[in-house]
């Protein structure tokens, strides 16, 4: 007979991360809680959940990400679906979201006489892979509207069932195209913003962490430009100010030592009130700068 224990006790994965994957088997296989690990472990399992369970270690072992496995990943205040077509959403993004959720509460708290429950927002987010910042701003604020955009259909297929089942498809409009050219297309939502968030692919092609780790297993175009690191948030910060309203916001994440760089690039493109900002590591993850009024 096998049992719950017996699989923790034998497996040859870390146990918090064999825990993540049985406490998933048990969901979707039990309709069972987390806490069953515990209260009901000496439960016999049948011959598929543990087929199912020795796949996903083998795969596990191989090196595929926990959240590939498990096909979803919390992000923010939210969980998302994903797999091997879209960036794992990370924790340092939570930073870009906050930063955006900050702003747009900012303009609202400065609308003199506008009804806040009346007042709409607009909020771009540029590369959106599975809609993890716009679908995270958009369940934190209801009075924003936001266009997303992705280069790849296969993201975007994702990001919009992501939306669906977070019941937010009627508040993000989805548009394919690579940067500012995917709102090119007809029929597109709007041509400025308040707000443009971006998390762009920005390590290096000869950086060595490309083949390491969970990175292995997501897609290349997501993570790297195939050259410098730079060259899509040059793209984004030179385009963003035709696409901003006065006053309006750009905030982009970029590497640990890409900061001087980034801040740089945003004063030859015209912002003003041009900030630096860290991650919880402490590192300088994320710029903003503002278009001038």
Request: hydrophobic share 45%.
């Amino acid at each position: 007979m096998t049992t719950l224990r017996s699989l923790l006790h034998k497996t040859s994965l870390p146990k918090n991360e064999a825990r993540m994957v049985l406490a998933h088997l048990l969901e979707i296989h039990l309709q069972l809680p987390r806490s069953a690990l515990l209260t009901q472990d000496e439960m016999v399992l049948s011959d598929a959940f543990v087929a199912e369970w020795v796949l996903l270690v083998q795969r596990r072992l191989q090196g595929e990400p926990i959240a590939y496995l498990m096909g979803r990943r919390g992000f923010h205040a939210i969980e998302l679906m994903v797999g091997p077509g879209v960036l794992i959403p990370r924790p340092e993004t939570e930073l870009l979201v906050d930063l955006g959720l900050d702003e747009l509460q900012r303009i609202l708290n400065t609308e003199n006489g506008l009804n806040e429950c009346e007042h709409s927002l607009t909020m771009l987010d540029l590369g959106t892979g599975s809609g993890a910042i716009a679908l995270a701003i958009a369940a934190s604020q209801p009075n924003v509207s936001v266009v997303a955009t992705d280069a790849s259909q296969a993201a975007l297929d994702i990001a919009q069932q992501n939306a669906a089942r977070l019941k937010l498809r009627d508040r993000v409009s989805f548009c394919l195209g690579s940067w500012y050219a995917a709102l090119q297309t007809p029929g597109d939502v709007y041509r400025s913003f308040d707000l443009i968030l971006s998390n762009p692919p920005y390590v290096a092609a000869n950086d060595p962490h490309l083949s390491k780790g969970d990175l292995r297993f997501e897609p290349p175009s997501a993570l790297t430009d195939f050259g410098s690191g730079l060259s899509c948030l040059a793209t984004i910060i030179d385009g963003a100010l035709a696409h901003l309203k006065p006053g309006g916001l750009l905030v982009v994440e970029h590497g640990f030592d890409q900061s001087p760089a980034v801040l740089d690039r945003l004063a030859l493109a015209g912002f003003e009130d041009i900030r630096p900002h860290r991650d919880l590591a402490g590192h300088w993850r994320v710029a903003s700068g503002r278009k001038p009024v």
